[in-house]
Structures are given as C-alpha cells and as structure tokens.
C-alpha cells in the first residue's frame, strides 16, 4: 500500500520535514494497535485503508493530528478526533485526470464489448464477431458537476458526444453541456455516470426508479462512490435487460471495491478501486500531507484540515513550546 500511496520522492520530502516511523506490518493497524505503534508521535498519515477510530484517538494521548493520504475520510471518526481534541485532515483530489480517463475506457470497453472478447481469447476460446456502439453521436448523462465530471465533460466532447448534467446545487456552466431534470437525463442517457458527492441525499440516487426510467439498452459506469447505485435493483435491472451492461471501480465491498457478485457478471466489466492509481494521483495526495506536516512543525494551521477549532491538542502543543 505504502509503495502505491507513499511512493520514494514523497517520503524524502516527509523526512526532511520529520522524524518518520513507518509501519513495516503486512495489515493495516487500527484501534489500540495503531495507537501502540504511533506511541510518542503527534502525527499518524494513514491511508484509505487506516481507518481513524474512536478508540485509537482515546488510546494515543500524545497525538496531536490524524492525516488522510486521500480525499475520502469516511473512516475517520470525525467527531470522536474532535471530543478527543485531534484533528484531522484530508488531502486535495490530485484523480481527477485519472478517474475522468478511466471512465473514458470503461466506456469503450462496454460499447464495444472489449473485455468479454479480450477474455474469451484469454480462456483460449477465440469469440465470434458483435457489433459494437461507437460514442460519437450519443449522450453522456453525469449526475452531478465536481472536478471529475467536469473533466469528463472535456474529454466526451473530444469524442463529439452530447452530454447532459444534473446538478440543482451546482448547474454546468461549460459550453457544449446542458443542464437537465434527472427525468430528462435518464430517458436520454445512452451513458449514465453517478459522480455526485455521497450524502443521506444521494443514497441509491441510481436506485429502482431510475433504471425503471433509464433508457432501455443504455450502460452504467460507477466509479464515484459505492453507495451512489442501488447494487440490488443493478442487478435487477441487468437481468431483464433494461441495462445493457455496467462498468464500476466502487460497491458495497470493503475499501469500496464492486461487490464480487456483481462482478463476476458477464455483462459487467469491474476494477478494484483503481481510480485513483496512477503515479501522478497519488504523488498529489501524498505532497498534500507533507505540506501539512510543515505547516503543523512551524506552528500553523494546515490546508486540508477538517475540524481545525476542535484541535485542542495542537493548540496546547504550540502553546507549551512557544
């Protein structure tokens, strides 16, 4: 993990700014084991895969900040760091280029049955012909406009595709995209692309009723959040064929990986959460925290930081050293 999210040249730039202690074991440590191994440090830059427990900010007394090498810290209890006077942070999203590229190829794999045909010829049993659908001339349906769908939008016009978004918190405002009801975009969407932040709001937005409006053949690709898509009314709805297919890099599985069920379909092409895995991505995300530890270590507030007036603890520690 630490060789995909914390590659060499970050890791000397951490160290010229502290004493680093690295975790050498082959698991991830969580709750009172990964307060042990953190003993007489004040900070922990834990991946997506460390979770930040209520139990480890009781346990590590000395703690001062808990720093996420990612955008998403749904495994950070929040609220226990706050009563507990740690705070945390969280790191810019350094993916977009890399999540909106591999939508692009999740999209030629579905049109064009890639993976299947590539598979067959893997299993040594060489496919007849199909007929494919080429992107030019259809319409890509995102459901919200952040940074990932925005370059998305960018690289589908490349494509010379139409592209509706639903965003009532945030319209699109790039020439050549239209904003849309969700009625309006499911009944059109020839691809359909969840990428909207992940609320109570936004649970199973693309649940029963939207594949019930969905147009019929069209193709899903999730790679957003997991819990964006209904996983039992997809499967549904790609056993009676209302969808024709579904591409997804998140699910219900741990880490937010597709659920194996769903994977193991024919008509679904899955990756493990990979979104974010490219040298660049994760360089980014690493930088971030090196950023913050300098920023803590001169005595300042950091970028990224989550609950900046319930961290007690690094007020009192600036305080005493001052």
Request: charged share 15%; with cysteine.
């Amino acid at each position: 993990m630490r060789g995909g999210y914390y590659a060499e040249t970050p890791l000397a730039a951490l160290r010229q700014v502290a004493e680093v202690t690295l975790h050498e074991g082959a698991l991830p440590l969580s709750g009172a084991a990964l307060a042990a191994a953190a003993a007489g440090c004040h900070c922990i830059v834990a991946d997506r895969a460390t979770p930040g427990t209520a139990e480890t900010f009781a346990a590590a007394s000395g703690l001062l900040a808990f720093l996420r090498v990612a955008v998403d810290i749904s495994t950070i209890d929040v609220p226990a760091a706050s009563a507990a006077g740690v705070l945390v942070t969280q790191a810019t999203p350094g993916f977009v280029d890399s999540v909106a590229e591999l939508a692009i190829g999740m999209m030629i794999d579905l049109a064009r049955g890639v993976s299947p045909l590539a598979g067959a010829y893997h299993a040594g049993s060489p496919p007849g012909s199909r007929m494919g659908t080429q992107l030019s001339g259809k319409t890509l349906g995102l459901i919200g406009w952040g940074r990932i769908a925005r370059r998305l939008a960018e690289l589908a016009q490349a494509f010379r595709m139409h592209i509706l978004v639903h965003d009532p918190y945030n319209p699109p405002d790039q020439p050549g995209v239209t904003a849309a009801s969700l009625d309006r975009l499911l009944a059109e969407a020839d691809f359909l692309v969840p990428l909207a932040v992940s609320t109570p709001e936004t649970r199973h937005i693309v649940g029963t009723t939207a594949f019930a409006a969905l147009k019929p053949g069209a193709l899903l690709v999730n790679l957003s959040r997991g819990e964006l898509v209904d996983e039992a009314a997809l499967a549904a709805a790609l056993d009676s064929g209302r969808l024709r297919g579904a591409a997804m890099d998140v699910g219900s599985a741990p880490d937010q990986r597709p659920d194996p069920a769903l994977a193991a379909r024919p008509n679904v092409v899955a990756t493990p959460h990979i979104g974010g895995l490219t040298p660049e991505a994760a360089e980014h995300q690493a930088m971030d925290t090196v950023r913050q530890v300098a920023a803590l270590a001169r005595g300042e507030m950091p970028p990224g930081a989550v609950n900046p007036d319930a961290a007690l603890r690094l007020r009192r520690h600036w305080q005493g050293a001052a």
